[in-house]
Structures are given as structure tokens and as C-alpha cells.
């Protein structure tokens, strides 16, 4: 597909984030959130406690970009491995899991997302953003990675589980990591 649109990535950006991540240990972050309040679902504390889940003794600092399925040309939704690709073709990285926890606690200020009865089964929660970042296993049961979500003025940082053929709606919105061009 050829991207001519100016509704794609890098004309259509919906917000970029300076992050300093690493530097603490699992048991550090999951206290530094638990003193922020911010909730974690059985599938977010199963990511967190995997021995796959690694994070970094030293701080280092990435820029985050946030876009719609809808913002990398995919206006029917698309697959997670589309989704990466594309992003991949325009210059994005995926995000290292650790992100997710560091993110949460840094975005406070998450507007909050629609709580009805009318649950959207097998989607993104309205309001969520996840976080695109490398799969520690093709295992369906285990969680693909972390989204974050406001529901009731509660924080969460919570792991998800999608199949290869599960399509993400043109609206849902994503975090990927904007290489730093060091001059």
C-alpha cells in the first residue's frame, strides 16, 4: 500500500512523550504504583512477575508516539502484526515492556474512559492505550503486553491477551518509541 495521506504517521502525530525509565527493581515499581493506587489486573501482574519480564538497572530515556490503528493508514482496523509492521516501515520501534509500568506511573493525568455496562468483549477498552511492544510468547493464553486505562478516577496498568487474528478497531490507540537522532 502506498502512503500518500496526510491522516498517516509522520503527518498525522497525536502525541509524543519523553520518558526516563530503568533504574529500579520489579519489586521497587510494583510499590511506586502501589503508592499511586494504581490498580493491576491478573493478566498485568502475571507480565510483571514473569522471569521473561526484564528491566534495567540504569535509567535511560526514549520518546514515545501515540497514534490510532486509523493514524498508520488502517482505516478497517488491522492485526497486531500489521499494526507493527507498519509502524516499523515508518520509522517506529517497539516499546520494551518495561515501559508499561514506567508510563503509568508517569501519565497521571489519563483522561478518563467510558465505564457502561455495554462491555466491548474481545476490543480495547474506550479510552485505553496500548503499549506495542515485543511478545514474550505466542502462547494465546499468556498476556501479549500492557495497556493503560482510567475508569472511575482508578488507574491501571493492565495485561491483555489477543490472538494473531484478533483486529484492532481504526481507534484504538497505541504507544510505539521514536528513535532519538543524536547529532
Not at 106 to 115: I, V
Request: aromatic share 10%.
Amino acid at each position: 500500500m502506498h502512503l500518500e495521506n496526510e491522516d498517516v504517521y509522520p503527518n498525522r502525530l497525536i502525541g509524543t512523550r519523553t520518558m526516563e525509565i530503568g533504574g529500579l527493581t520489579k519489586s521497587q515499581l510494583i510499590q511506586k504504583m502501589q503508592e499511586h493506587s494504581i490498580m493491576i489486573n491478573e493478566y498485568g501482574e502475571q507480565l510483571l512477575t514473569d522471569n521473561r519480564f526484564s528491566i534495567s538497572d540504569k535509567k535511560y530515556r526514549l520518546q514515545t508516539v501515540e497514534l490510532t490503528v486509523s493514524d498508520l493508514g488502517f482505516r478497517d482496523g488491522a492485526t497486531t502484526d500489521q499494526i507493527f509492521k507498519r509502524a516499523t516501515e515508518l520509522g517506529l520501534e517497539l516499546c520494551p515492556l518495561e515501559l508499561g509500568p514506567y508510563l503509568r506511573l508517569q501519565y497521571l493525568d489519563q483522561p478518563e474512559g467510558y465505564s457502561g455496562d455495554a462491555l466491548q468483549r474481545h476490543q480495547a477498552p474506550s479510552g485505553s492505550i496500548t503499549i506495542a511492544s515485543e511478545i514474550l510468547t505466542k502462547d494465546d493464553d499468556f498476556p501479549k503486553g500492557f495497556y493503560l486505562r482510567r475508569i472511575s478516577d482508578t488507574l491501571w496498568l493492565r495485561g491483555y491477551c489477543a490472538d494473531d487474528l484478533h483486529v484492532w478497531n481504526p481507534y484504538d490507540h497505541f504507544i510505539f518509541v521514536k528513535p532519538i537522532k543524536h547529532s
